[in-house]
């Protein structure tokens, strides 16, 4: 070894480090343990997401069939109370969810869309009869004079990790005929 050049030297030991294999479970989990857990988090953060909008999408149905039971005027403890429940089901806090809760009414002769009433809470106005005209797409067809009670909320989402999904609200849209009366009434006196 000693009667080598200096490019000789250099090829020798290139050649015997291309070989040796020694070390290199190491160097491989060093590489892959990062990428292992960057996929791990994405994966519990898309999961978190679907089972957020999964619970934030009953909770509207739950809230849009306990409207459509009521035979009594709704009042705005009513309200409160709907708002309460859905930052408890979804365990949201209150800052971060809205509900409105819309009584609409369909006249077939006109076939136009129009609000009974409309109440909310959190950040969302109410729904103006203009607005509930531009929702006719998603409305179901009814029969002349029928209503519809309409629940929406909306749950603001912070992902759990910042793995590539983005803060966003959570918008629910549900519908469900009056079941024991033809319609479901706000008590005038009940305030905003």
């Not at 250099?10 to 020694?22: H, L, M, P, T, V």
């Not at 909770?59 to 009521?70: H, K, L, N, P």
């Not at 749950?155 to 519908?175: C, M, Q, R």
């Amino acid at each position: 070894m000693t009667h080598m050049n200096l490019s000789q030297k250099f090829r020798y030991y290139a050649a015997r480090f291309g070989r040796d294999e020694s070390g290199t479970i190491a160097i491989e989990t060093i590489i892959i343990i990062p990428v292992l857990f960057w996929a791990y988090l994405s994966m519990f953060s898309m999961f978190h997401a679907y089972r957020q909008h999964s619970i934030s999408q009953k909770t509207a149905f739950t809230i849009g069939d306990m409207v459509s039971r009521e035979t009594a005027y709704l009042d705005a403890a009513y309200l409160d109370g709907a708002q309460d429940l859905l930052v408890y089901l979804t365990g949201a806090e209150k800052s971060d969810t809205s509900i409105r809760i819309t009584s609409v009414k369909y006249n077939a002769n006109k076939e136009i869309y129009r609000r009974d009433w409309s109440r909310a809470r959190g950040w969302m106005p109410v729904l103006s009869n203009k607005k509930v005209k531009a929702l006719n797409e998603r409305l179901p067809v009814m029969e002349h004079n029928e209503r519809v009670m309409l629940v929406e909320t909306w749950v603001k989402y912070d992902p759990p990790f910042a793995t590539g999904l983005s803060n966003h609200e959570i918008v629910n849209f549900v519908f469900t005929r009056p079941r024991y009366a033809p319609q479901v009434l706000w008590d005038p006196s009940g305030g905003n």
